[in-house]
């Protein structure tokens, strides 16, 4: 069966980083960035970029998962609400495969040194500290497996996803 393996969480907590290392981990595996979908300059988010998105982000997903070469589907996006994740799903055919929700979380600390970093090397600006902090509240309240990255070295997080994947 064909995992789909959904992994949210606020801006800087390490989805990226983590989707790229599980992709390594796990054979016959892709990885798509729902941030890859959406980058354009200017950054706009209206009506129709946010649909824009979603179809590239759904179409996408469908063409891995309808890829004999290709068992484990990783997708890592900000997704901070309920809908988000129920949307993408709806609009799946999932017959065969088992779908895989996971948000990472950390503490305060953990975020900001993780932002501070990308800060540092000019990968973010300073506002989005306040707006990461703010959006991690939301995780909390999905339905999803939850793993708290803080004080964690990146392989017991990888470890700790290939777990639940293969519970």
Partial sequence: MKKLIMIGGTMGV???TMSSL????LNESVMLDGDWCWDMHPFVVNEETKTMVMNHIVYQLQSFLNCSVIQNVIFCWVMHEQSIIDEICSRLDLQDCQVYPISLIC??????EHLEKDIALGLRDESVIERS?????HYHQLMTHHIDISHKSQKEIIQEIIQYIQS
């Fill in 22 to 25: 599980l992709k390594k981990e």
């Fill in 133 to 137: 902090m703010e959006r991690m509240q």
């Fill in 14 to 16: 390490g989805k990226t």
């Fill in 107 to 112: 503490d305060e600390k953990t975020l900001k």
